[in-house]
């Protein structure tokens, strides 16, 4: 089971950095020319492209750089000349940090939201959570950003509009900088976990033993709570950590807005100036982050729903 996870991890990364090489061959613009400027003398471009090793075949430039990779070696960067990993580790912590803040608020918010509307189905507050939910979930990040941003930075003050405090400069100013860009993030998946949660939820207590226990007479919170919230909760459970990694890899958008030093924005600087070293050391990256959380869930599901281990999937 194990090992075939680490198979198809394997398998995914691979064709994930040989489809990111592909895409980079494609997209227009000269790296020579991001770095020397539009004036550059065709002399000097050529020059820069052997010390690049641009003027190479970019199936062997591939394998030269995968073949770092298995080493740990991901390259320096065309722009800096820092080494990739390097640059990625002084970047990745504010973006994990904005990704788990973002999970959280997700989590806090859509429990209670889902678990109610649940059980107070065609209700007129389901009514009305269904249709909020519908209307974050179709609008864009950068416009709910945009929104966030005005009404509780601009408008009232609370919170900085832009900028970023690191942990070291105190945790209170750190968390109140990062509050908005989480929200941010986390409002999709507060919309996505709620709908998700109800769904279960319904499920569940429409099941036989949810009956008995309320002929029983069980009050309706412990009913809630101890009996149909856990069963409810698997596929949760799953979607959250699948959205750990979405977080980390849609968050460029929102460090752009916010003007948050994080992969985001390393990525937007490595795409501007077509760093094509950066940038599939980020999505390899992402990728696998990704594809480990994902394994790693389907591992633990198994165990924490006794249903997937009595009919034995194989994972």
Do not use: C
Request: hydrophobic share 55%.
């Amino acid at each position: 089971m194990v090992l075939g996870r680490l198979a198809h991890v394997v398998v995914v990364l691979l064709l994930v950095s040989v489809a990111s090489m592909l895409l980079l061959e494609l997209v227009p613009g000269d790296p020579a020319y991001a770095i020397l400027g539009n004036s550059a003398t065709p002399d000097a471009v050529a020059a820069l492209h052997h010390r690049m090793g641009l003027d190479r075949p970019a199936w062997q430039r591939y394998l030269e750089w995968f073949g770092g990779v298995l080493h740990g070696d991901f390259g320096n960067s065309l722009r800096t000349g820092q080494p990739v990993l390097e640059a990625i580790g002084q970047k990745l912590p504010v973006t994990v940090e904005l990704a788990v803040f973002a999970l959280l608020i997700a989590l806090v918010l859509s429990l209670p939201a889902g678990v109610y509307t649940g059980w107070r189905v065609g209700r007129p507050v389901d009514r009305l959570t269904s249709g909020l939910t519908s209307v974050i979930i179709a609008s864009p990040v950068f416009l709910t950003a945009l929104f966030l941003d005005y009404f509780l930075a601009v408008k009232t003050g609370a919170f900085p509009a832009t900028g970023w405090r690191a942990l070291d400069g105190g945790l209170a100013e750190n968390l109140r900088y990062a509050f908005l860009p989480a929200l941010t993030l986390a409002v999709t998946e507060i919309a996505v976990f709620t709908r998700l949660l109800r769904s279960d939820m319904i499920t569940v207590l429409g099941e036989e033993y949810i009956a008995n226990a309320s002929a029983k007479g069980l009050p309706t919170r412990h009913l809630l709570l101890r009996h149909a919230l856990k069963p409810a909760s698997f596929s949760l459970f799953t979607l959250s950590g699948l959205s750990f990694g979405r977080l980390l890899g849609g968050a460029v958008i929102v460090e752009l807005i916010f003007g948050v030093p994080g992969i985001g924005q390393l990525m937007i600087q490595s795409i501007q100036s077509k760093d094509y070293i950066m940038i599939q050391g980020l999505v390899l990256l992402i990728a696998f982050i990704y594809v480990v959380i994902n394994a790693v869930i389907d591992i633990v599901y198994v165990y924490l729903d006794p249903r997937v281990r009595t009919e034995g999937v194989a994972i």
